[in-house]
């Protein structure tokens, strides 16, 4: 399975999915141990999540994945099932922890930010 982590510092989880241009990119299952395959930065020129809010088309480099994150919008979780990403929103930061609790299946999540009356994000 390949998993994608919001973080800013290319070390822990951290939140704002929908503008992350920062992810930790691994592979692991059950039977393999969670290995590094890239720290990925998504350059200015391609579109964030936010930017394809109403686009299933264009690719993202995260489509098919596992996607862990500390924060995202109501509605991302919708929006991303349809480019093939499982969203887990959690107060874990520490990457291996995260990635072996969605593997046991005992990840603890948080439930998604709401929007403002406007529909737009609370945290902008």
Do not use: W
């Amino acid at each position: 399975m390949k998993f994608a982590l919001v973080s800013d510092d290319f070390e822990t989880i951290t939140g704002k999915t929908g503008r992350a241009r920062k992810f930790l990119v691994y592979e692991g299952s059950q039977e393999v141990e969670p290995r590094l395959l890239e720290k990925l930065e998504v350059p200015e020129t391609q579109p964030t999540f936010h930017d394809l809010h109403d686009d299933d088309i264009t690719p993202h480099p995260l489509d098919q994945t596992i996607l862990i994150t500390g924060e995202a919008g109501v509605g991302l979780k919708e929006r991303l099932s349809r480019r093939g990403i499982t969203v887990y929103i959690t107060s874990e930061t520490e990457p291996l922890a995260a990635i072996n609790g969605v593997i046991k299946g005992n990840i603890a999540t948080l439930e998604p930010t709401p929007h403002k009356e406007d529909g737009s994000c609370m945290n902008h």
